[in-house]
């Protein structure tokens, strides 16, 4: 089965420092999304690409997070500077028409920061 | 603003005991509901897509079932197997982002 690929799986950082989250989404797939999970918010949008293009990245705290596609194969993430309210779980989605938008998701970056 | 709201938070059945788990929803204009499980330390699992009310989709001891309000996931004689946490999500019409409720959290005792 094809799969999104998330490096790293696990992702410990003191506040302040940078974090770089990698994401290879499924070949074919022209939409690509980062969500973030913790246990109050539950699965919230942070960002969505269409062929490479951020189309929304609304819910993303731009001072400090920044997502960017520099080719069809890697999505990434930054947060710079991070701190301790950053700590979750972040996904990233796949997707296309050809799947009727039925999302694949990656197994997740689990991000400590103390 | 879209809005997604899952019931109950927590459902504890013993295997074979049949239920169902609800998703409420508003949106403006629904282009689709999705149901997701997700496995502890894992992603969510796509199961289903609904697009229209009265529509019915079904997968080994799950169906899925919408109206114009609410959506539920009807898990029938469920096996441990199945204990995960169940997500429900809706996309709005023109947009292909997708509003997320909190899950339910189903365990299945043998």
């Known amino acids: 089965d094809a799969r999104v690929t998330q490096t790293p799986r696990h992702k410990v950082t003191e506040m302040g420092q940078e974090v770089t989250m990698r994401c290879q989404p499924i070949l074919g797939h022209n939409t690509v999304f980062w969500y973030r999970q913790t246990m109050m918010q539950g699965l919230e949008l942070l960002a969505y690409?269409?062929?490479?293009?951020?189309?929304?990245d609304s819910g993303m705290p731009k001072d400090r997070f920044s997502a960017e596609m520099p080719d069809a194969t890697l999505a990434t993430l930054k947060i710079q500077p991070s701190e301790p309210r950053d700590s979750a779980v972040y996904f990233c989605a796949s997707g296309s028409r050809q799947t009727n938008y039925g999302y694949t998701f990656g197994s997740g970056t689990r991000l400590t920061v103390v | 603003e879209d809005q997604v709201t899952q019931s109950p938070e927590a459902l504890r059945l013993q295997e074979g005991e049949s239920s169902s788990l609800n998703c409420s929803y508003t949106v403006s204009g629904l282009r689709g509901l999705f149901w997701y499980r997700q496995d502890p330390g894992k992603g969510p699992e796509f199961l289903f897509t609904?697009?229209?009310a009265g529509e019915e989709k079904e997968k080994e001891r799950l169906k899925a079932t919408l109206t114009k309000k609410e959506s539920f996931l009807h898990i029938t004689a469920p096996k441990p197997e199945d204990s995960a946490t169940y997500l429900c999500a809706v996309s709005r019409s023109g947009y292909s982002t997708l509003t997320f409720g909190k899950g339910t959290m189903l365990l299945v005792s043998p």
């Open positions: 609904l697009y229209s």
């Open positions: 690409f269409r062929n490479r293009a951020p189309l929304d």
